[in-house]
T-cell receptor
Framework: DTAVSQTPKYLVTQMGNDKSIKCEQN?????MYWYKQDSKKFLKIMFSYNNKELIINETVPNRFSPKSPDKAHLNLHINSLELGDSAVYFC???????????FGSGTRLTVV | GDSVTQMEGPVTLSEEAFLTINCTYTATGYPSLFWYVQYPGEGLQLLLK?????DKGSNKGFEATYRKETTSFHLEKGSVQVSDSAVYFC????????????FGSGTKLNVKP
């Protein structure tokens, strides 16, 4: 199936830990994104990569570090997790502005 | 700057009722406009889109028309079903910068049998 897949789907961890979320797309898209969705469903862009190059880096704590080993993968590493990092994180990809995004199914991160 | 404003929810309707979810936008030039749907526990799925003024996007009985004069892209469905219960997001892709989409805050729709 062609899709954007991210793992894990659920992640429960303690404060202070370091964790990673992986994302892969097999759509051949050039641009990939990380979004954070809070408990009120508000979506906030965090990062965007185009062909492995960082093009959007919103105001995000530097504990969050994206890595794109190739244009099909965009991973998110989070250091020193805090309670406020609890949210659903979505990976997405796109090719043109008229096609829209294709989203992954999300990773629900819970920091305890 | 570019932005999207959509009506606050939740919206609660009975099955077979008519649905309208309002969306207005602010953008320079002619953005592309989208509606996404998020079912409980899932990611966002593209529902429909329109890329130029007066275009009508449609899918699964939902429709939205790109109105440049009112800068609106309201979502409508003539007869909702319980299975339409979800959160709906309006979004725009600015002309000249497709790398950043702007999403509305989402409108939760509850459809009762």
């Amino acid at each position: 199936d062609t899709a954007v897949s991210q793992t894990p789907k659920y992640l429960v961890t303690q404060m202070g830990n370091d964790k990673s979320i992986k994302c892969e797309q097999n759509l051949g898209h050039d641009t990939m994104y990380w979004y954070k969705q809070d408990s009120k469903k508000f979506l906030k862009i965090m990062f965007s990569y185009n062909n492995k190059e960082l093009i959007i880096n919103e105001t995000v704590p530097n504990r969050f570090s994206p890595k794109s080993p190739d244009k099909a993968h965009l991973n998110l590493h989070i250091n020193s997790l805090e309670l406020g990092d609890s949210a659903v994180y979505f990976c997405a990809s796109s090719q043109t502005r008229t096609d829209g995004y294709t989203f992954g199914s999300g990773t629900r991160l819970t920091v305890v | 700057g570019d932005s999207v404003t959509q009506m606050e929810g939740p919206v609660t309707l009975s099955e077979e009722a008519f649905l309208t979810i309002n969306c207005t936008y602010t953008a320079t030039g002619y953005p592309s406009l989208f509606w996404y749907v998020q079912y409980p526990g899932e990611g966002l799925q593209l529902l429909l889109k329109a890329t130029k003024a007066d275009d009508k996007g449609s899918n699964k009985g939902f429709e939205a028309t790109y109105r440049k004069e009112t800068t609106s892209f309201h979502l409508e469905k003539g007869s909702v079903q319980v299975s339409d219960s979800a959160v709906y997001f309006c979004a725009l892709s600015p002309r000249g910068n497709f790398n950043k989409f702007y999403f509305g805050s989402g409108t939760k729709l509850n459809v009762k049998p």
